[in-house]
């Protein structure tokens, strides 16, 4: 069974818009953390955001918020005011702890297209 | 600055041929990563490592191997390169403490004919 799942593969959202990416994830931890990274045309990995389990209120970093909604299983990344420059490949990521350490898996991303 | 470092950036090379890809660290972190990205997979994690001379396996880690000789580097070698093999790879690190975020690098687009 897939770890994150995320279900809109493109998505498309008006410049200025609020736009929000899918993100669920299935874990049997208690202790756990939601990543999201945004992957540009250019390739890097950038780091945006981070929730942990027990954090009781939303993650936020600029116009980034993570609806994290611990017993649906879901960890949105709400983006505000899109802009040109949110044009890109978005990944969300979970870090278990019963894995003998920190590694993440990551979901299979969502293309997001910002148009003018 | 710290930072994470990948080399080649580019490299094309033919199947049966043995490959490493260099991954360099300044952060000092104990934990480091290899990532594969293929297209509708996202990344899948090759092997890890925790410190020097520890290394474990990942998710797909047939054909692959790394050792990690000090704390900077862990390089990844693909032993007898196949097609299969052709994707582009990301190196991380990450603290040890919470939350445990992953510093990526900038990748290397490998490319087996």
């Known amino acids: 069974a897939q770890k994150i799942t995320q279900t809109q593969p493109g998505m498309f959202v008006q410049e200025k818009e609020a736009v929000t990416l899918d993100c669920t994830y299935d874990t049997s931890d208690q202790s756990y953390g939601l990543f999201w990274y945004k992957q540009p045309s250019s390739g890097e990995m950038i780091f945006l955001i981070y929730q942990g389990s027990y954090d009781e209120q939303n993650a936020t970093e600029g116009r980034y918020s993570l609806n994290f909604q611990k017993a649906r299983k879901s960890a949105n990344l709400v983006i505000s005011a899109s802009q040109l420059g949110d044009s890109a490949m978005y990944f969300c990521?979970?870090?278990?702890?019963?894995?003998?350490?920190?590694?993440?898996?990551f979901g299979g991303g969502t293309r997001l297209m910002v148009k003018p | 600055d710290a930072e994470i470092t990948q080399s080649p950036r580019h490299k094309i090379t033919e199947t049966g041929r043995q490959v490493t890809l260099a991954c360099h660290q300044t952060?000092?972190?104990?934990?480091m990563f290899w990532y594969r990205q293929d297209l509708g997979h996202g990344l899948r994690l090759i092997h890890y490592?925790?410190?020097?001379?520890?290394?474990n396996k990942g998710e797909v880690s047939d054909g692959y191997s790394v050792s990690r000789s000090n704390t900077e580097d862990l390089p990844l070698t693909l032993e007898s390169a196949a097609s299969s093999q052709t994707s582009v790879y990301f190196c991380a690190s990450s603290e040890s403490v919470i939350p445990y975020e992953q510093y990526f690098g900038p990748g290397t687009r490998l490319t087996v004919t």
């Open positions: 990521a979970m870090r278990e702890t019963n894995n003998a350490g920190n590694m993440l898996t």
């Open positions: 952060w000092n972190h104990n934990n």
């Open positions: 490592s925790y410190g020097v001379q520890d290394t």
